[in-house]
């Protein structure tokens, strides 16, 4: 790969990586930074494109970080995490997932996002394929690319609940395949998979003995309508060996600043990954560790005031969604997200004659002209679908619906 640009375009310069080669921005970045060029500009935008909770992170885990910068905690820690922070991590794990992982089948990164890069350095071989189903956080494929892996995607459909079905994922699995991802519930639809289609994405796996399974349960408290979160390793216990179970800090807690993000997996995938990050980034740092800590340690009522606020703006937000013709909105069941389908304004134009041909022209237009930005389904691998969080306060979200509804009114 060249280098285009530079001072002196006459001169040969070094180039970049091939690895590199054709992988995309995060479209979830992009569509921030378009946001922030209109703010600075002096327009009123509401951001509904990050996925970020509006909340603060809870004084426990800020007091636990000031205490252990006080108290000299401020020396390189360990690569694969403090033992105070494991310990912790094991805890939550056995309290609330019923899963028991040993110290050395633990490793804290930073962030959730870190967890990922360490487990497919470690794993995926060019031409690996990583089946990643549809809609899909954004990183996980752009991740595997980054290692020469190869991404499929089976859908997981609005009509299932955006639910992964355990025949679509057989289709999907070859001989070939490194990884499979689950991310229930998931970003960006909101879909929550039931303890019996977990039991049945279990079965598919177990004519694959070589894949291995992330599970990233990064936003397992958040699923609303007295639905029940299932840790994919508690209904497949055979298939330990090879279940890598992800989480983090940054949306259970607020908390996505600090960087911390932990997993629990078999002992050899869990020593490949700290090799990984230890020739990277080393531990994570002290006192943000010191802080998830007190914060998986402490009291529960906060997540479950953060449920019942998102709960409460899903309902707004679906049913305000629900009401403008030539959209639909299916009720997710977790996460906090909304994920409404746009195929109903496809095809129309906008006053200044810009035809709205897919989700990424919708969102689009919808910045520019209603100063809204959401991410557009392409993004995450199913169209034609806007992605918009629900981590934003009540007042932003209402007008920010309003906007949709007066930007949709306007096409022709
Ligand atoms: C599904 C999913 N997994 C993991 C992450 C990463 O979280 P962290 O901030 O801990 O890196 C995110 C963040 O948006 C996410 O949506």
Redesign the pocket.
């Known amino acids: 790969m060249t280098v285009s640009g530079g001072t002196n375009g006459a001169q040969p310069r070094p180039g970049l990586a091939a690895r590199l080669d054709g992988l995309p921005a995060s479209a979830t970045i992009e569509m921030a930074r378009r946001a922030r060029e209109l703010l600075a500009a002096g327009h009123k935008v509401i951001s509904l494109a990050l996925?970020e909770p509006d909340f603060p992170t809870p004084p426990a885990a800020i007091e636990a970080a000031h205490a252990a910068a006080l108290a000299g905690d401020t020396k390189y820690p360990p690569v694969d995490g403090t033992p105070a922070l494991k310990a912790a991590v094991a805890r939550k794990f056995a309290r609330e997932n019923g899963l028991d992982y040993a110290p050395d089948e633990l490793i804290v990164s930073n962030?959730?996002?870190q967890i990922i890069f360490n487990a497919f350095m470690a794993t995926i071989d060019p031409g690996d394929e990583v089946v990643v189903p549809a809609p899909y956080?954004v990183s996980y494929p752009l991740i595997a690319r980054m290692f020469g892996g190869v991404p499929v995607h089976p859908v997981c459909d609005e009509s299932d609940g955006f639910s992964l079905r355990a025949d679509r994922l057989a289709q999907a699995l070859t001989p070939r395949t490194k990884w499979l991802v689950l991310?229930f519930p998931n970003?960006p639809s909101g879909g929550v998979c039931t303890e019996e289609e977990l039991r049945a994405i279990a079965s598919a796996l177990r004519d694959f003995p070589n894949v291995w399974i992330l599970s990233?349960e990064?936003y397992e408290h958040l699923v609303f309508d007295n639905r029940r979160f299932t840790s994919f390793a508690s209904v497949a216990p055979d298939l330990r060996d090879r279940i890598l179970t992800m989480n983090?800090v940054?949306k259970a807690y607020a908390m996505?600043g600090w960087r911390v993000?932990y997993a629990g997996g078999p002992r050899d995938l869990i020593a490949a990954m700290r090799t990984v990050q230890g020739n990277a980034t080393s531990g994570v740092c002290t006192v943000a560790q010191a802080a998830a800590a007190a914060a998986l340690d402490g009291p529960e009522d906060l997540i479950g005031v953060m449920r019942a606020t998102y709960a409460k703006r899903r309902q707004a937000v679906v049913e305000a969604l629900r009401a403008i013709p030539g959209i639909t909105c299916a009720m997710p069941s977790g996460a906090f997200y909304a994920y409404p389908g746009v195929e109903g304004c496809l095809g129309k134009t906008t006053p200044d004659g810009q035809v709205i041909a897919t989700d990424a022209d919708f969102a689009l237009a919808l910045l520019d002209r209603a100063h809204v930005a959401t991410v557009p389904g392409s993004a995450f691998g199913l169209s034609p679908y806007l992605r918009l969080s629900c981590a934003t306060g009540d007042a932003e979200l209402e007008e920010a619906c309003r906007r949709i509804a007066g930007f949709v009114a306007s096409l022709r």
């Open positions: 996925g962030g959730g996002k956080w991310n970003n990233d990064i983090g940054a996505t993000g």
